[in-house]
């Protein structure tokens, strides 16, 4: 079967550094997607890999490992706006999206 | 009005009324989606329509009726249901060719009593 893993929830403090760790069993790969959702709110895009390596997009960063099936969202000068979910998802070989159960985080002072 | 907008955001029902949830982006989009939304569990897709046909209907019990009247808006008819139909029912959009890339709405939060 397919499955997307991540951590429930994870901690960290306001102005520091923290990595969401995302691994996939798919059927295929056609690219890996983070979105973000605020409490209430709906879920935002937020990144996409398809090749190996690390995007940079302002204080979030994404790297992606094909071979290792795995993936992580860096988070940079964390912010109290920063708490939220974080949801991996991945597109297979039928171009379906396969998503984790997204991972809580909070920011605390 | 922009991206993604979702009627109603609450509701509340008991198992033996009906009710509509509707959608409708403004993106100029394609394709569009619903999702159920259950806590700790991944997105649920359960309707895909593309160009106003349905695509994809993944095992959804067939108590639940969609309705695509035009390639911006959409429906989920609801007739009476069960408790565990209680979540968050997100509809979403995207363009042909960045089918990853979605446009969510802020959802209807349905409570099914």
């Known amino acids: 079967g397919q499955n997307i893993d991540q951590p429930t929830e994870m901690t960290a403090t306001e102005g520091a550094i923290v990595q969401i760790n995302c691994t996939y069993q798919?059927?295929?790969?056609?690219?890996l997607f983070w979105y973000q959702q605020h409490a209430g709110e709906a879920p935002t895009f937020l990144s996409y890999n398809v090749l190996d390596g690390l995007e940079e997009k302002g204080r979030f960063s994404s790297f992606l490992s094909r071979s290792k099936g795995y993936s992580y969202l860096l988070l940079k000068e964390l912010q109290m706006k920063d708490s939220a979910s974080y949801l991996c998802?991945?597109?297979?070989?039928?171009?379906?999206?396969?998503w984790g159960a997204g991972t809580k985080l909070i920011i605390k002072p | 009005e922009t991206g993604v907008t979702q009627t109603p955001r609450h509701l509340v029902m008991g198992m033996t009324n009906k009710k509509s949830l509707k959608c409708e982006q403004h993106l100029g989009h394609n394709a569009m989606y619903w999702y159920k939304q259950s806590a700790k569990k991944p997105l649920e897709l359960m309707f895909v329509?593309?160009?106003?046909?349905?695509?994809e209907n993944n095992s959804v019990p067939s108590r639940f009726s969609p309705e695509c009247p035009n390639s911006s808006h959409l429906v989920l008819h609801l007739p009476p249901l069960q408790p565990e139909d209680s979540a968050l029912y997100l509809c979403a959009s995207s363009q042909e060719g960045t089918v990853g890339e979605l446009f969510f709405g802020e959802g209807s939060r349905l409570t099914v009593l």
């Open positions: 798919t059927s295929g790969f056609n690219g």
């Open positions: 998802a991945v597109l297979d070989s039928n171009y379906q999206l396969i």
């Open positions: 329509y593309n160009f106003k046909e349905q695509t």
